[in-house]
């Protein structure tokens, strides 16, 4: 892998990283959006993989709340796990180009959801069944793009998690989900040897823009960076969508 492609990998993962330190999400979203304009979806999930999981099970053991979570988010975890695993092969078959164009899309409609603060709520009785068909959505979507955010993230907003629990359940969902997508990568024959290199330095800019993140967090006012970010977010899904559409019918 050559060396711009490793300073473009170092650059991206290092913006992810603080955008998840300052508001406590949106890595993998972030580098898969900026991997995605140089290379198909497979190859920027191969990357990814590794620092996702890392950072992820670092979050999920940064609070009180895991029993509380794993009770109720169950149904929401298996469901995408199943939805992953049954998908096995979107991500690499004949309709791996489309991958791309659903990933800008899912960019713009998940940043349009962040700006319009739109407001779900569902029902205690209702969690079981509802969290498994949205996790089933969201392992479909996932296996495509190695995205999860959509509808996982509205969903767990939606059933009144308070700030805190909220990170820790992002942290703890997100690891789960990553790690099943990780089976499937390597089943693949995605996730080599040849992709140690670019993990590594993926995993280190990962963690340096992290720390970062967090140093200037109090110093930031979070709802304008928010703000900022899904605009830039729009931006960035309307390219990739564009883009990988132009290539499809080029």
């Known amino acids: 892998m050559h060396d ?8 991206a993962f290092l913006l992810a990283g603080f955008v ?6 949106g890595l ?7 991997l995605a304009v140089t290379m198909p979806p497979a190859q920027a999930i191969a990357i990814v993989i590794v620092p ?3 950072t992820n099970i670092w979050q999920t053991f940064g609070g009180p709340y895991l029993r509380d979570i794993m009770r109720r988010l169950w149904p929401l975890m298996m469901g995408t796990v199943a939805g992953i695993w049954l998908n096995a092969g979107l991500l690499t078959g004949p309709y791996a180009p489309y991958g791309t164009v659903t990933l800008g899309v899912l960019l713009v409609v998940y940043a349009i959801m962040g700006l319009g603060r739109l407001q779900f709520s569902v029902a205690r009785r209702n969690e079981r069944w509802i969290g498994g068909v ?4 969201t392992g479909v979507i996932s296996a495509a793009t190695g995205v999860q955010v959509i509808p996982s993230m509205p969903y767990m907003q939606a059933i009144g998690m308070e700030k805190d629990e909220l990170v820790q359940a ?3 969902f997100f690891t789960v989900a990553t790690v099943a997508l990780a089976f499937n990568i390597t089943a693949s024959g995605l996730l080599t040897a040849a992709t140690a290199l670019p993990g590594a330095i993926a995993m280190a ?3 340096a823009g992290m720390f970062v993140g967090q140093a200037v967090r109090s110093r930031m006012n979070q709802q304008e960076f928010r703000r900022w970010f899904l605009i830039a977010l729009i931006l960035l899904g309307l390219y990739i969508a564009v883009n990988a559409l132009i290539r499809i019918h080029g």
């Not at 711009?4 to 650059?11: G, M, N, Q, S, T």
């Not at 998840?20 to 999400?25: A, D, E, M, R, T």
């Open 52 to 54: 996702a999981i890392v």
């Open 205 to 207: 800019a990962s963690f």
């Open 28 to 34: 993998p979203t972030v580098s898969m959006g900026l």
């Open 134 to 137: 949205v996790g089933l959505v």
């Open 4 to 11: 711009p492609l490793l300073i473009l990998i170092a650059a």
């Open 170 to 172: 992002l942290g703890v």
């Open 20 to 25: 998840k330190g300052v508001i406590g999400l």
